[in-house]
Every structure is written in C-alpha cells, then in structure tokens.
C-alpha cells in the first residue's frame, strides 16, 4: 500500500516561511499572527502543523492555497480505515491491542515519505 503525496499547502507554506529572510516579528506583524506561532512552524519542520486560522492567514499571506481536508486527506483517512478494518479480528481485546499500536506510533518524530 502507497502512502499519498505528503506535499500539500503545509509543505508550500512551510517553504516560503523558511525562505522568507524577514524576522518572525516582522512576519507576525505583517500577516497578522503572533510572533512564537511564526517561529514554531519555522522550527517545525512539517510536524504537527494544525489547520487553524493563523495557518489559514500565514497561507493568504504567502499567497498559498489552503486546500482543506477534503481531497487527498479524505483519502488517507479511506487508507488508513481500511487498512485498521483489514488488521482488525473484531474482537474487543484485539481492538485494544490495535489502539496500543496506533496510540504508541504517536510518538514517531520523523516523518514518512
């Protein structure tokens, strides 16, 4: 099973905030978001980005369009419902132990390309 393409409005935002040779309070103030959200997604690296609306601001600043959950995450959200569904005996005590694995993945720091 492939995992979809990873490169949607985060990694597009991300790019230009990175590139961006302004300060984060400059940036802040120009955009309209605070100044430690602006040095946080620069730190970020990608991870653990929430779709919210100084991301929403940070996208029209930049000029990104912030494509919502609709597309390509909709279908992960199949992939990955499927694939738990295919792991899955039906059994309660198997659904816990499937829920100390996802919840134990929780933790990964790298991300999967």
């Known amino acids: 099973m492939e995992a979809p ?4 409005p985060v990694q597009d935002l991300l790019r230009r905030l990175t590139a961006d040779t ?3 309070s400059e940036i802040a103030r120009l955009s309209g978001v605070s100044q430690p959200t602006v040095s946080r997604l620069r730190l970020s690296k990608g991870r653990r980005v929430r779709r919210s609306a100084s991301f929403n601001k940070l996208c029209s600043f930049y000029g990104v369009e912030p494509r919502h959950a609709g597309g390509r995450a909709h279908g992960y959200n199949e992939l990955l419902r499927n694939a738990i ?6 059994s309660e005590e198997h659904g816990r132990a499937l829920l100390v ?3 134990g993945l929780k ?3 790298t991300k999967i390309d």
């Not at 393409?5 to 949607?8: Q, S, Y």
């Not at 569904?85 to 039906?90: E, I, M, S, T």
């Open 5 to 8: 393409n990873h490169d949607f």
């Open 101 to 103: 694995v996802i919840e």
């Open 107 to 109: 933790g990964l720091s």
């Open 85 to 90: 569904v295919d792991a899955w005996d039906g």
């Open 22 to 24: 302004r300060s984060s």
